[in-house]
Each structure stands twice: as C-alpha cells, then as structure tokens.
C-alpha cells in the first residue's frame, strides 16, 4: 500500500473549504442498513491496510477505537507524524483523553469536525465512528487527488473516467451505479497491469464474477486489502458512494505512485551497476597490488641475505636460484606491474565518467609506492648480483691459499720432522777430531738449510694471515697449525744456537775435517733447497681472468726453463765433486762410511730430484697451454655477447624515441590508433627471441665466471631495465588511447572534436613530451575562447592537477573538456529517487527495497545501508541518504 504523507503538505484553508463541500455526513439520521455494513468493511479493511504496518489491526470498528490508542497509532502511521504520547489508564477519562489527542490532530490539519465529540467514540457509536474515519480518509486518502486542476471526489472521477475510457460496456459517472458490474475495477487494473486480467473473457452479466476477479487480483498483486464483498455490492441497489470512493482511491494511489517507482528505481539500478563496477575494480587492485608487495616483500628479504657460504659449489648453487629469479619468477610480476597501472588508470578514468570521486587505494598501495618497493627490489637484485659474484673471487682465493697453505706447510713439516732430535743429540761427546769438525760442519750445512727454510716459514705466516683477513671459514686449524710451526721453527733455531755454541768449543781439538766433504755439501744443500723450490713452483697452483695474465704466467716459465742448463752444470759439478772423493779413497785406500758427514743430501736424492723436477715442465707446460686455450675462449664469449648487446642497446633505444614521437604524432581514428598501437606492441614483442639470445649469452658468460667486457658499455641489467621500459611504455601508451575511446564513446564526443583538441594540445605542448606546465595550459584554455581569472584557472588546475605535480596530460584535458559540457546523475537525484521508492518517507525499509529494486541490488542496497535514526522511524527502518551521499563520495560507506 502507498502511504498518504503527502496529504500533509496540502494548505489547512483548502482542507476546510474541501471538507465544507464534501462533508455530507447527516449525523442527525438512521444509516441505510446495507450501506453502513459496506462501510463498516471497507473503512475496516483501509483502516487495518494501514495498522498492519505497525503490527497490529481492528476487528470491530467502532469497538477498537474506543480506547483512543490504535486511533492515534493509525493517524501517526497515514501522516508520518507522531502524536502526542498516549495515556495507557484504562478509565474512561484515560479513554477520552486519547480520542480527543487524535480528533485535535485532525482538527491541525484544517479538518472541520462537525457534531463528532470524544465520548460518542468511546461510547462506541457506530455512526459517529464511522464519520469519522469517513473524514480521516477524504484528509489524507482523498484529498491530496488532483487531475487537470480539478481535485478530491472530481479529480478522482476523471481519472477512472480517462482510464477507463477505450473499454466497452465501461461508462463510470459517478461512485456507485457506474461499479456494481465490477467491469470499471477490472477495466482499472487492466489498463495498467494487463498481465493480470483477461479482459475480454469477461461478461457485463456476471457481475458478481467480475467484482470478485478484481478484487482477488488487486488484493494478490496489488497490495489492496479486500474491502468489499461482490455479493453486499450486487445485492444493494444503490451501492454506498464512500465505501466506493475508499476502494477506487486505494486503486489511484496504487498505480499513480508506480511509473515513479519504476523510474526511481532504473536511476538507482543504474548508478549502483556503476558502482558494484567500480567497487570490483578497486577490490581487484587492492588484491593485485597486496599480492605484489607481498611478493616484493617476501623477495626483497631473500636478496639482501648475504649469509656466507663455505664452498664455491655451495655459492655456485646460490647463483642458480639468482638465475631461475630472474628468468622464471620475476617475469610475470614484471606483467602484474604493468597491468596494475593499467588498471588503475582505467578505474580513474571511469570514476570521472560517472562524476565519482578519484579512487584512492589503501595506505601503502599507491602506484607509486608499488613503484618504490620495486624500485628497493631492483637496487637489492643489484646487490645481490654483485655480492654474489665477489664472494666467487673471493672464495676461490681461500680455497687457492688454503691449499696452498697446507700444501707449504706439509713441505716444512716434512723437512723439520726429526731435526729437534738431531739437533738435541750428545754425538760430539765421543766423536774423535775428525767427526766433530765433521759434525761442525755438516751442522753449518744445516743452519744454510735453515737459513733457506726461513723464507717458507714467513711465507706460511702470510698465508695464514691472510685467510684470516678473508675470513677464511676453517681459519682456527689454519691458525693452529701456523702457530705450531712457528712455535717449532722458534725451537729449531735455539737448538741450532746452542749446538753449534757445543761443536765450537770441541772443534778447537778437533781439526781433521774433509774439504770435500764440505765443498760437496756447502754446494749440494743450495742446490737441493733450489730444486725443492723450482718442484714447489712447478706444482703452484693459479687462478687467472684474462689473457694478459696467462701470457704473463707463460713468460715467466719460459725464464724459468732458460735456467735449467745452467742449473744442470751446477748438479754435474756437484756429482763430480763426489766422484772425486771415491776416486781419492779409491786411490788412497781409504775407507769411506756409507755417509757424508756433512750433508744427508746424498748424489742419488739430487738425481732424483733433478728426474722428478724435469717431468714436471712439461706437465706444467701443458697447464699453462690449457689455461691459454681457456682464456681464448673466454674472450670469444665476451665478443659474441658484445655483438648481440650492442644490437639489442641499440634496437631499444631506437624503440624507445620512435614510441615518444608515435604517442605524440598520432594520425587516423581513435580506434586505428589503438590497432596501430596494438600491431606495433606485436612487432616489439617479436624481437623477444633476440633477448633470450642474448641471456643465453650472458648464462654463458656467467658459467665461465667472466666479470668483465672491454667489447661493450652494456651490461645485461642495463638491457633489462630497457626492455621492461620499452614493454610498459607501449602497454601506458595504448591504455591512454583506450582511455580515450572510453571517454569519447561515455561523453559523446566527435571524432573531428578529438582531433581539434589533440591539434590544440601538440600546439602548446612545446616540448613535445604530451603533457604541459601551468603556463602553456593557461595558454591553451584561452585559446579555445576561455577569459580566465587566477581563482577560476585555480580551480581549473586542481581538477586536472588534483596531485599538484604542475603538469597536464592530454588524458586530462580531455577529461575536463568533455566534463564541462555533460550531464550525470548527482546525490541529490538519486535521494529523490529513494523518496518516491519509500512513499515520500525519510526512511526506506527492505520489504520497499525488495519489492522495487532488482534482487542483487536490493541486497547490496541493504548490506550497506546504515539503520535509520530519525524520531520518525520505524523498527527495520533503514537511511537511504547517507547512502545515496556516500555513492559520490561526499562521506564513507
């Protein structure tokens, strides 16, 4: 049922003029029996259509009123307005009090009570009740009727009469005679819903079927209480006028009220299809963006790890998974990152279009901070690259000097094993002349030994320092093993202080000493500890990263070879002076020990020395060839991936410049700028082929640990950032077009005006970037016929501008050009909207939303609507207004 707020807006003097006129009530006389059970019904039937809005009804007319309560609640329900607050005593001057608060109120409303008086209701008189209610419903049923200026019972006539007009044996003159066939309640049904009735199988001599039909219908589908029995009507020869009057307005404010309805509700399905639209556009962003800087996030802690590794093998597994980031995981979040702009600018773009306000994401998920955490990203990738390739070098380093540490250090161990022993032993206690100048001397050869083996002590000693000062991951045995040998090597030399202090006190009696002996060993221990150095080099490992070093390697080997003849004279000389010593025992007869006395270098230890030390150069020259070969091909790498990055460079720069001039120089129709656009992107995404040749190339150069490229200034970074740069330009470059489009197509602009503004914009554009400062824009809006004051160019600036970067896009311009000339719904069209949907009431319920919206937009409606906390509300009640205000975004949802 439609509710009769409006009836209050109507002036109190027209009320009682209309009421002088129509209040025909003869309250001194009997009511014609059959009429009055008509009334009865039908003000019972309005009167509870009402009442049950608030919960309750009346089933004996006369009877429920008498109390006054559900009188006052039934005027408060019709008007919208509150009543005074009841008296709940049950004593008879309670009673009169309340029926007098509810006559006083109608009496407000510029109603004329004649003879009806407090205690004829509480005393149940049928008659003065029911002129009562007879009264109640020509003020807020009747009244408010009004067709082609004329108004209440006259209005109400000529708008049956109009609706009814096309249907045959329809001829409706008046409120009784004219409705006892039930043909004009059908006919009024029929001409707005003719879903509902057959008309034509309906018969002018049925007239009970035909009233019954009309009323089950209007009660089924309309929302019209039964108040009328087809039987009480057929049966009276003269129907009652205002039980007729009652139903028929009941069948006027059903279905005036419902082509606005209609309207109403398409504006409101209309704007909330915008909104669902856009609503889901922001959650899809929000999500994009949260799962990007989750991404980021969870990434950027992975790259700046820098936890160190023991092995190259172990790091070497690390640059892997660098690599799989790369070519595997990061790609598709390159793809996200563009199509997250595109997505924000194209809910933007639509906002606009729909005079919504701009969108703005959650805190922290703003494109440019998206493009600052990937920005973060990139410089931690950077790092990452770079830390991982430094701890190569220098894990390679440890590993070199650690092997060649242990390598050092068993040689001295090995040379220094025994010699605490020898050197604490009392032999020259009982040695004769002869042996202890023999031991004198063969302890002199031992101090040149000594004094040979200092070299390679300091050179053990560096080497430890030195994995310490590369935080060598095994450094406390290097440590340990380094502080014994130099513990050792202290020990070695005050033995070798005190025993020589021993010989040289014995060797003043002792003086019989084989000159020999001594030239033989004085020469064999240098010559010795020569060639334990030359095998020591010769099995030295190296690590070199070019071909200058290699050759420099190979240089000073050859040197090394160019010394072997010489040294090879020096150990035949040697070996001759102990052919000489057996050819004079020989000669002489003496008899020689099985042992130099000076030296336990034997003639057999040098040649075997000297054996091992020649197999070696060959081994070490083929080492050093292979080395060669390897650098060789090393720097083949580096032309081969020069080439294919100086094309790529170059090719990306050109791409680059030619999409600037394209974005600005546009030609043609939007639509063969977009698929221009669009062939364009295909042709660049083509030469992805050359770019995963060209990471081939880098894997390889990568594999063969090459850190450096004297053929070219680009590295495979620099590359990268290139083709993403160039990838997403294209893609902003074609979601501006279809911005376009959207804009053209949403606000009706002309091709031809398109292109005036675009030719209008290049103008003024003097750099040629497509987009403009303050004072150029200023420039431009003048020229399209704009007079501009600073506060009006302000005002301008801070639509087109609201981020005040101090620049204008053309996307911008266009934007606000199309703006100025169009329409769009606002909140105050929609709030009106809402109005006529709740019956001109400030509030709406969902039963009302239900019934007049769509199901999906119904419940949206509810979901989001705040409970209404007017004093005028009722229990459910909900505030469409905030509502409608929050859709534009002048509050929150």
């Known amino acids: 049922m439609v509710d009769y707020h409006a009836a209050n807006n109507q002036s109190a003097g027209g009320a009682q003029t209309y009421m002088e006129q129509e209040n025909d009530w003869d309250r001194d006389l009997l009511l014609d029996p059959a009429w009055e059970k008509q009334q009865r019904k039908t003000f019972t039937a309005w009167c509870n259509s009402h009442l049950r809005k608030a919960g309750t009804q009346i089933e004996n007319i006369e009877e429920d009123f008498r109390d006054g309560l559900k009188l006052m609640l039934l ?67 009747i009244q408010d009727i009004s067709v082609e200026e004329t108004s209440a019972k006259e209005g109400l006539l000529l ?168 070519t595997v995981h990061k790609p598709p979040k390159v793809q996200e990152k563009c199509q997250l702009e595109i997505s924000f600018n194209t809910l933007q773009t639509k906002l606009r279009l729909s005079n919504r306000p701009a969108f703005m994401p959650s805190e922290g998920r703003m494109v440019s901070d998206i493009n600052t955490a990937w920005h973060t990203l990139e410089g931690a990738e950077k790092g990452y690259e770079e830390w991982i390739l430094s701890e190569i070098r220098r894990l390679e380093r440890l590993e070199h000097l650690a092997e060649k540490f242990h390598q050092k250090a068993a040689i001295h161990e090995s040379w220094t094993d025994g010699k605490e022993a020898m050197l604490t032993q009392k032999d020259y206690e009982t040695s004769t002349l002869s042996e202890v100048k023999a031991l004198l001397r063969k302890h002199e050869a031992f101090e040149s030994d000594l004094a040979a083996h200092q070299d390679r002590v300091e050179q053990i000693a560096a080497i430890a320092q030195e994995l310490n000062e590369l935080d060598y991951y095994d450094a406390a045995s290097v440590n340990t093993r380094c502080q014994k040998i130099c513990e050792q090597w202290d020990i070695l030399g005050s033995l070798t202080h005190r025993r020589k202090e021993s010989l040289e006190r014995t060797e003043k009696q002792l003086e019989s000493i084989d000159e020999l002996y001594l030239e033989y060993a004085k020469r064999a221990a240098p010559f010795n500890n020569w060639m334990e150095g030359a095998m020591e080099d010769l099995q030295d490992m190296f690590i070199v990263h070019n071909i200058e070093e290699i050759q420099g390697l190979i240089s000073a080997h050859e040197q090394f070879k160019s010394t072997l003849p010489e040294a090879n004279k020096e150990r035949e000389a040697i070996q001759a002076i102990q052919a000489e010593v057996q050819r004079i025992a020989q000669s002489n007869g003496i008899k020689l020990s099985s042992a130099n006395p000076y030296t336990t270098i034997t003639p057999q230890s040098i040649d075997s020395k000297w054996e091992k030390a020649m197999a070696m150069v060959p081994q070490r020259d083929n080492a050093l060839q292979h080395e060669l070969n390897k650098q060789n091909s090393n720097d083949s790498l580096r032309a081969t991936f020069a080439a294919q990055a100086n094309s790529v460079g170059a090719y990306i720069q050109a791409k680059m410049e030619e999409i600037g001039r394209i974005s600005i120089e546009m030609n043609g129709t939007l639509e063969d700028q977009l698929t221009n656009l669009k062939e364009y992107q295909k042709t660049i995404l083509s030469y992805m082929p050359e770019i995963n040749k060209l990471e081939a190339h880098h894997q390889h150069i990568q594999e063969a640990l090459i850190f450096d490229n004297q053929y070219t200034s680009y590295t495979m970074e620099h590359l990268r950032v290139g083709w993403e740069q160039l990838l997403t330009t294209i893609a902003r470059t074609i979601n501006e077009v279809e911005n376009q489009i959207l804009t053209r197509d949403a606000k009706g602009i002309s091709q031809e005006q398109l292109y005036e503004y675009r030719a209008s914009f290049n103008h003024f554009d003097k750099k040629r970037s497509g987009q403009m400062v303050s004072d150029d824009f200023r420039a431009l809006l003048i020229s399209t016929g704009n007079s501009l004051g600073d506060g009006e160019f302000n005002r301008i600036m801070g639509i087109v501008d609201p981020n005040s970067t101090g620049v204008v896009t053309f ?83």
């Not at 000339?821 to 239900?850: C, H, M, P, Y």
């Not at 009722?874 to 949802?893: C, K, N, Q, R, W």
């Open 159 to 326: 708008w049956c009469q109009r609706k009814t007009a096309p249907y045959k044996n329809v001829n409706v003159q008046n409120f009784h005679i004219s409705w006892k066939d039930g043909l004009a309640f059908n006919a009024l049904i029929h001409r707005h819903r003719p879903d509902l009735i057959d008309y034509d199988s309906l018969r002018k001599d049925d007239p009970v079927t035909n009233l019954n039909n009309a009323f089950e219908v209007a009660e089924k589908h309309l929302d019209i209480p039964k108040m009328l029995d087809a039987e009480d009507i057929v049966g009276t020869l003269r129907p009652d006028e205002k039980a007729i009057m009652t139903y028929v307005s009941c069948f006027y404010h059903a279905f005036s009220g419902a082509q606005k309805a209609e309207t109403a509700a398409n504006r409101i399905c209309k704007v909330l299809a915008v909104n669902q639209e856009n609503e889901q556009m922001m959650e899809d962003y929000e999500k994009l963006a949260s799962d990007l800087l989750e991404w980021i996030r969870r990434t950027i802690p992975w790259l700046e790890n820098r936890t160190q590794e023991k092995t190259v093998k172990d790091l070497q597994a690390k640059q892997e998974d660098f690599r799989d980031y790369r």
């Open 811 to 893: 996307q911008a311009f266009i934007d606000f050009m199309s703006r100025e000339t169009t329409d769009t719904d606002t909140a105050d069209q929609v709030i009106a909207s809402f109005k006529i949907l709740a019956g001109d009431k400030n509030f709406i319920t969902a039963d009302e939303l239900r019934r007049e919206l769509p199901p999906d937009q119904a419940e949206y409606c509810i979901a989001r609507m705040a409970p209404y906390a007017g004093p005028d509300g009722v229990p459910g009640a909900l505030d469409y207004m905030s509502f409608s205000t929050a859709l534009y975004g002048e509050s929150d949802l």
């Open 75 to 141: 005027l408060e329900v019709i008007s919208g307005e509150r009543l005074p607050k009841p008296e709940r005593g049950k004593m008879r001057v309670h009673k009169i009090n309340n029926v007098n608060k509810a006559l006083d109120f109608i009496a407000s409303k510029g109603v004329k009570l004649v003879s009806i008086g407090a205690e004829e209701i509480v005393d149940g008189n049928a008659k003065m009740t029911l002129g009562m209610i007879w009264t109640i419903i020509l003020r807020f049923a």
